[in-house]
């Protein structure tokens, strides 16, 4: 089966930043699929609803949410079958599981099972 997996998380000061990683093997792992896969970041911190941070089609096209706007860069890799998050600037309210997620063509959903990001005040 498809299976994203997250890497990169950790703790940083803010104004910090760090590069979250998400590699995919299994099924999503063929260059057909995941190259025809919208590919997105989700944050979920303590208390709070899941939110979307970022996407990222098959085509390039970006988009963010408000409060990360300027700050934090999703890009893909297709050959490696990789999406980063690139995050700068980092703030407290960053803080959160940041899940992997991958939308195919077909409408199949995966998800990562997340990695934890704590910035420091």
């Known amino acids: 089966q498809a299976q994203l997996v997250e890497s990169g998380g950790g703790l940083v000061q803010t104004g910090g930043s760090l590069k979250l990683s998400c590699a995919a093997s299994?099924?999503?792992?063929?260059?057909?699929?995941?190259?025809?896969?919208?590919m997105a970041w989700y944050r979920q911190a303590p208390g709070k609803q899941r939110e979307l941070v970022a996407t990222?089609?098959?085509?390039?096209?970006?988009n963010y949410a408000d409060v990360v706007q300027g700050r934090f860069t999703i890009s893909r890799d297709n050959v490696k079958r990789m999406v980063y998050l690139q995050m700068n600037s980092l703030q407290p309210e960053d803080t959160a599981v940041y899940y992997c997620n991958a939308k195919t063509h077909y409408a199949a959903i995966y998800w990562g099972q997340g990695t934890q990001v704590t910035v420091s005040s």
């Open positions: 299994g099924s999503i792992y063929s260059i057909s699929i995941f190259s025809s896969s919208t």
């Open positions: 990222i089609s098959s085509g390039g096209s970006t």
